[in-house]
């Protein structure tokens, strides 16, 4: 889900991989094909999570199709299992530290972290695993290259920290609406995204019930 569009990366050659496809227009896939042709071919499409921004093309590329498990290795790159924007989200590690992060960290806004299945806690979780790795360079599924992963990684985490200690400060306040709740704790969100704010909402709602730290008495 992006205005600007899925990043596509080729790593290595002879042959080369190809990272998230994205999408499936003719001239995006003709100019991933002469990219690749100069790299030796494609030997190989890695998807980071099955969302189709991400995979539309990548059936018409000629090469199989591969979304890993943590722990394998594909031409070099390590998988690393990073579920919470999507539950079958893996991040690629080169030797020489760079990142492929999909959608786990962003080079411009904040990711998606639907409700359902503690997505939250998996997310938190999944950043952790970045933050012990040495990473030099991300080159996310969205935006630009983030040139300062530790810093990044480090806002993620902050900003669900932040909103999480905001939310329990609402909660021992005795506020037991969700709309209240959503007003108190994003109350710097523009209107138009608040539908996405409750949506965070109520990831972070999962998370605190599944530590149990949430009220039983909570509003609908
Ligand atoms: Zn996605």
């Known amino acids: 889900m992006t205005l600007e569009g899925t990043n ?67 031409f070099a790159l390590r998988a690393l299992a990073t579920p919470g924007h999507a539950e079958d989200h893996v991040c690629f590690l080169t030797e020489t530290g760079v990142c492929f992060s999909g959608d786990l960290v962003l080079g411009l806004g904040s990711t998606i972290v639907p409700p359902g299945g503690n997505s939250l806690a998996a997310f938190m979780d999944s950043l952790a695993l970045l933050q012990a790795e040495e990473i030099e360079l991300i080159a996310p599924g969205h935006g630009p290259w983030i040139s300062e992963p530790e810093a990044k990684l480090a806002e993620y985490v902050e900003h669900r920290q932040m909103r999480e200690r905001r939310l329990l400060e609402a909660l021992e306040a005795g506020e037991r609406s969700r709309a209240s709740l959503l007003a108190t704790v994003w109350d710097d969100i523009p209107m138009e995204l608040l539908p996405m704010a409750a949506m965070a909402m109520e990831a972070h709602l999962e998370k605190l019930e599944g530590e149990g730290r949430l009220p039983g008495d909570l509003e609908a």
């Open 8 to 74: 596509t990366y080729l790593f290595g050659s002879d042959p080369c991989v190809v990272i998230d496809p994205g999408s499936d227009e003719p001239g995006h896939l003709e100019a991933i094909r002469g990219a690749a042709a100069e790299r030796g071919g494609i030997g190989l499409v890695l998807l980071t999570h099955s969302h189709g921004d991400h995979t539309a093309g990548a059936d018409q590329l000629d090469a199989e199709v591969v979304l890993p498990s943590g722990g394998e290795e594909h």
